[in-house]
């Protein structure tokens, strides 16, 4: 069974533990046999490990305490379990896949725990089930939409009032998370904290707290969430979460801790390949371009690294499989490192802000965002798209048109929309609205385009506006079969 880094419901992989559904003795990477006494309590807060009060043997040894379950080995650093005291008392980490499978994992207090991988213990009825939900899930996202075939006679406006009403919420929530994040990391300089840090411990602090104006004029907050949310939004959904992190690790404190010399694209990029692990042994590397540039990555960091007290991460936290070359993280974080540069050394986020101030026609507004976020590509990565992998055509740009307009549309407005909202800048946060409710992407998606085939508008010319709404409806009501709390499912299905 090949996994492929799709996803079993938890369900399934919860039912899997409870009822033992093995067909051989599991034992650890050093063959001590592992018995499941008692596979404990399901945990049913949404904060923790998945099972409390398990009693299991290993070799001689009897333990009791707590199990996590994952699909795959990586979650557990992806989901943030090495950094939350909740999972402490853990005693064996579960994963269905033994894809990048790791012997053990490491808990906050730093204590060793076996890891086992289930896929090949598996007995045949549930292989087959999985193999079934597999094969389901690589079926068309259209095929999982309830009212496919249905909607034909629910009228046309029916279905876009509603789209454009869920693309205005999603354009809210956006602002919302926007503006906790911004209160977080008001708390976090306050108390001169450095992520990453369980962040349930300050949820009650940021909700009971007032926070007065003026702790937003912190530029500092300002930069660090515009950082974090551009690297998050150059990870597409594969490593979206793991380049999050990287800008938590080498965060904006400690870039500008940098003195100006050192503020350049090749000490930022030596800065974040390093601590994101995938950089080569250079002993190893035939290659004389790559070895000279592996080697001046190494030089650069080797001065910096006394002064970095961050967290550091693994090739195996990175996502290459199915990826576009262009689509590389390492391609990615270097395209992330040139545009850090220009949050530090060219203030890009007062540029931003500048040009909504100064800019009433749309067009032109479009045009000047557009320019600020198009990098094309040079240097390396311009002709690699890993490490000792060349590309057969030279890659043009590190971010074009197609993903400029998605960081506008998901980045830029949502961000502007915070700050001049905060700051009392009425008529530039008119112009923000107005701009979401009319700009028109140079390019969809696979998942907008199947949603307008199964709602009969593929032939609409719809702004973004409604491309946001789809996104909405798709992910929180056609896949949660919240049939009837939608306007259109409401006429289909009533």
Not at 7 to 26: H, V
Not at 80 to 102: A, D, P
Request: hydrophobic share 35%; with cysteine.
């Amino acid at each position: 069974m090949t996994t492929n880094k799709s996803r079993i419901p938890e369900e399934i992989l919860y039912e899997i533990w409870e009822q033992r559904e093995f067909t051989d003795t599991i034992n650890t990477s050093e063959e001590a046999t592992i018995e499941i006494l008692d596979p404990g309590q399901r945990n049913i807060d949404l904060a923790g490990p998945d099972f409390h009060n398990a009693r299991i043997r290993i070799g001689n040894l009897t333990f009791n305490g707590d199990v996590e379950i994952d699909n795959y080995h990586s979650d557990w650093r992806t989901h943030g379990h090495h950094l939350n005291k909740r999972y402490n008392k853990l005693i064996l980490h579960v994963t269905l896949s033994e894809e990048t499978h790791q012997n053990y994992v490491v808990t906050q207090s730093g204590r060793k725990v076996n890891s086992i991988a289930l896929e090949n213990y598996l007995n045949e009825p549930i292989r087959k089930r999985i193999f079934d939900h597999l094969s389901s899930i690589k079926t068309e996202d259209k095929l999982r939409m309830p009212c496919i075939g249905l909607n034909s006679d629910v009228p046309l406006k029916t279905k876009l009032d509603f789209i454009n009403e869920l693309g205005l919420l999603r354009h809210r929530k956006k602002c919302e998370r926007y503006i906790n994040r911004l209160k977080e990391l008001i708390i976090f300089s306050k108390n001169q904290f450095k992520e990453p840090v369980v962040k349930y411990n300050f949820e009650k602090e940021i909700e009971n707290r007032h926070f007065e104006i003026s702790e937003f004029e912190d530029k500092l907050i300002w930069q660090q969430l515009f950082y974090e949310q551009l690297f998050e939004a150059l990870g597409y959904s594969k490593n979206k979460n793991i380049l999050y992190r990287l800008s938590n690790a080498a965060d904006i404190r400690f870039l500008n801790s940098l003195n100006d010399e050192e503020k350049n694209v090749s000490v930022l990029e030596s800065i974040l390949f390093s601590i994101s692990g995938i950089i080569p042994d250079v002993n190893k590397i035939p290659d004389e371009e790559t070895s000279e540039y592996v080697r001046n990555l190494v030089e650069n960091w080797v001065n910096i690294r006394p002064r970095y007290d961050g967290e550091s991460f693994l090739i195996s936290d990175w996502n290459f499989f199915k990826l576009r070359p262009q689509n590389f993280p390492t391609v990615r974080i270097a395209s992330g490192a040139r545009l850090l540069y220009i949050i530090l050394q060219k203030n890009l986020v007062s540029r931003f802000i500048k040009v909504f101030e100064e800019n009433n026609d749309q067009n032109k507004l479009i045009t000047r965002l557009r320019n600020l976020l198009i990098i094309k590509a040079d240097g390396y990565w311009a002709t690699h798209y890993n490490f000792n992998k060349p590309v057969k055509a030279k890659i043009k740009y590190f971010l074009g048109l197609g993903r400029a307009d998605e960081i506008i549309v998901n980045l830029i407005l949502p961000f502007m929309s915070v700050y001049f909202d905060l700051f009392g800048n009425r008529t530039a946060a008119e112009k923000v609205l107005a701009l979401y409710l009319n700009f028109k992407q140079k390019e969809g998606n696979k998942l907008i385009s199947d949603v307008s085939e199964v709602l009969l508008i593929k032939n609409q010319k719809l702004q973004s506006i409604f491309y946001q709404g789809m996104i909405e409806l798709f992910r929180n009501y056609c896949i949660k079969q919240r049939c009837l709390e939608c306007n259109i499912g409401k006429e289909v299905f009533n």
